[in-house]
Each structure stands twice: as C-alpha cells, then as structure tokens.
C-alpha cells in the first residue's frame, strides 16, 4: 500500500510568483483534501476534491485553486504569492464512501517559503 | 464560524505520569473528532478518534472522552513514555463537510525522562 507522496519538499518563491504544488494520494483513496499549516499552528482547511471537483472551501481567496486527476492525484496552484503564504502545505486523502469520508492520512507536506 | 480551541498550548510531566489536553468546539454539529500526533518536521500521523455516538474510546495508554452537551473533548495518555514528546492537535468536522477537519492551535507536550 503506498502513502501519500507530495513534491516538491521545499521550495522557496519570490512574490508575485506562482506555484504548483502536487500530492499523489493513498492507493484506493478517491478524496484529496489540502491543508496550510504556518508554523506553530494548527492545520486550516483549504480545499477538498473529490471526482475531479471542488467539494468544500475553506476561507483562502480565490488564487489558491486546484486540481483532481483521474487516478486522484492532485495539485494545489497559489498565485500572486504573498509573503504570508509561507507555509507547510499538506495533502491529506481519504476514501469517500456512502458514510461519509474516512480516517484522512496526510502526506509529508511541502515547505514554501516565499522572499 | 467553526472554532477548535485547544489546552494547554504546552505541557511538560515526568516520565510514567498522566497528560490530559482539552478542546472544545463551537460547531453542535460536528461529530467526528480526530487527534493527530505530529513530530517534529513529520506528518499529523492519527492516533484516536471518536464519532458523537459514542463517550469514550480507549486504546492502551491513549483515551479520548467526549461530552458533546459542553462540546468538549478530551486526550488523555498514561504511563507517558520520552516517545510521547510531540505536538498533539486536536480536530472536529460535521457530516456536511466530511474532509474538512478543523483543528485545534495544538499542544506541545514534553515527557521528561
């Protein structure tokens, strides 16, 4: 059974620059949910994607946007970056089924700094 | 809007004593609450959940209660080991936003040998 991959790691962006950000989820798992965790903080919602949409937002604006992909892999894309989106970016993915969506298990994260 | 407050934001106790941390949460709806484990430069790694119909889960020195009339829930670990030290975070979600978990600001906990 293979985990949740994410890539890159680190990586560091000037302002105003965009980034794509990639998670390959858990074998069997079809929900992909994407969190931001600033340090010493708690994880917050970003956004969730199940069968290739968007089901459920949290409070980011609308240049954070993502994809799901048929073997749900997904990417998270920010735009315009700001100083304040340095951050851990997790992935976590689930399996949703007729009960609702499962135990979420979470990727390693990718570290963004942005100068 | 849905709040998880969580305490004590650090806590230190010696080797082989108890550790309790708290949350509470706003949303009556939720029903899923999640603890996460995560160590330093690490993924949130799930340790215990509880679902609202249920009080209390056990499994071996960790435990989680809920009393969902105060809409709080509560960690506790025993016998706490030196592999313990990790910053533990505490989550909710409701049934209409199964994947968006709502977390706590977290606990650093220290377990002194």
């Known amino acids: 059974e293979t985990g949740v991959t994410q890539s890159p790691t680190h990586l560091i962006k000037t302002r105003g620059q965009q980034v794509t950000l990639r998670c390959s989820s858990q074998s069997g798992h079809n929900t992909v949910s994407w969190y931001q965790q600033a340090l010493g903080q708690g994880p917050q919602f970003i956004f969730q994607y199940y069968r290739e949409e968007e089901n459920g937002r949290g409070n980011f604006p609308p240049r954070f946007s993502g994809l799901q992909f048929p073997n749900y892999s997904s990417e998270l894309n920010v735009n315009a970056l700001e100083l304040d989106d340095s951050a851990l970016y997790l992935c976590a993915s689930s399996l949703r089924s007729g009960g609702g969506t499962g135990e979420l298990f979470f990727g390693e994260g990718s570290r963004l700094t942005v100068l | 809007g849905e709040n998880v407050e969580q305490h004590p934001s650090t806590l230190s106790v010696q080797e082989g004593d108890s550790a309790v941390i708290k949350c509470t949460y706003s949303?009556?709806?939720?029903?899923?609450f999640p603890w996460y484990k995560q160590e330093l430069g690490k993924r949130p790694q799930l340790i215990i959940d509880i679902r609202s119909n249920v009080g209390e889960k056990k499994d071996q020195r960790i435990a989680v209660t809920l009393n969902k009339t105060a809409k709080h829930f509560s960690l506790h670990i025993t016998e706490t080991q030196p592999e313990d030290s990790a910053v533990y975070f505490c989550?909710?979600?409701?049934?209409?936003?199964?994947?968006?978990?709502?977390f706590g600001q977290g606990t650093t906990l220290q377990v002194k040998p």
């Open positions: 949303d009556s709806a939720s029903n899923y």
């Open positions: 989550a909710a979600s409701k049934p209409s936003n199964t994947g968006k978990l709502i």
